[in-house]
């Protein structure tokens, strides 16, 4: 069964930073490309990050540039993003996604249930 | 970069009628489209991929169809679970997960 398991959301200070985690099994991260989405409180859905198959091509939303960093650890099956000088408007809830395909160019076929950001002094 | 655009913003529709939703894009997309349900509080999950297949599992009550850049979902009898909230995404061009605003249904 595929489970995605997301970590690390917490209430952090502007300026501050977060390591989101997302624990994958019933399936190796290796095998697709792999997203965060986001979604602030009330609002629709946010393409922020992904990385490929190969985990050699990283792609970013003009937001998280310079700021978010995607990755993984192959040996744990665990993907991760970390944020660095987060601002209010990076509060939401964050979304671990698994790709259809390889090359991050793919649709969703599956959701991890979020973590929650909150960014606020 | 691509712009999606959503239609209507919210759909008021009585379970049992019909409910079509559109999504309209910016640039070709080939069939690289899907749509997506968000129900309260639920993470969102796959209804329909390359523009017109159903995710497995998806009830037949759900097509979607495409025509150029203008792509539609079409919820033929709606049941009290499909009230939510609908999402389109491209991911032919960049940025590769461009989502819509969304199309509320909600019960009239």
């Known amino acids: 069964e595929v489970q995605l398991l997301e970590s690390g959301g917490e209430l952090v200070q502007p300026g501050g930073s977060l390591r989101l985690s997302c624990a994958a099994s019933?399936?190796?991260?290796?095998?697709?490309?792999m997203s965060w989405v986001r979604q602030a409180p009330g609002k629709g859905l946010e393409w922020v990050s992904s990385?490929?198959?190969?985990?050699?091509?990283?792609y970013y939303a003009d937001s998280a540039k310079g700021r978010f960093t995607i990755s993984r650890d192959d040996s744990s099956n665990t993907l991760y993003l970390q944020m660095n000088s987060l601002r209010a408007e990076d509060t939401a809830m964050y979304f671990c996604?698994?790709?259809?395909?390889?090359?991050?160019?793919?649709?969703?076929?599956?959701w991890g249930q979020g973590t929650l950001v909150a960014v606020s002094p | 970069e691509t712009v999606m655009t959503q239609s209507p913003a919210t759909l008021s529709v009585s379970p049992g009628e019909r409910a079509t939703l559109s999504c309209r894009a910016s640039?070709?997309?080939?069939?690289?489209l899907a749509w997506y349900q968000q129900r309260p509080g639920q993470a969102p999950s796959l209804l329909i991929h390359?523009?017109?297949l159903r995710a497995t599992g998806v009830p037949a009550r759900f097509s979607a169809n495409a025509s150029g850049t203008e792509f539609s979902l079409t919820i033929s009898s709606l049941q009290p679970e499909d009230f939510a909230v609908y999402y389109c995404?491209?991911?032919?061009?960049?940025?590769?997960?461009?989502f819509g605003q969304g199309t509320k249904v909600e019960i009239k």
């Open positions: 996604a698994r790709l259809s395909g390889g090359s991050g160019y793919d649709y969703v076929d599956f």
């Open positions: 019933g399936f190796i991260l290796t095998s697709c490309a």
């Open positions: 990385l490929n198959d190969r985990g050699g091509n990283a």
């Open positions: 640039h070709n997309l080939g069939s690289k």
């Open positions: 390359s523009a017109s």
């Open positions: 995404q491209q991911y032919n061009i960049w940025p590769p997960g461009q």
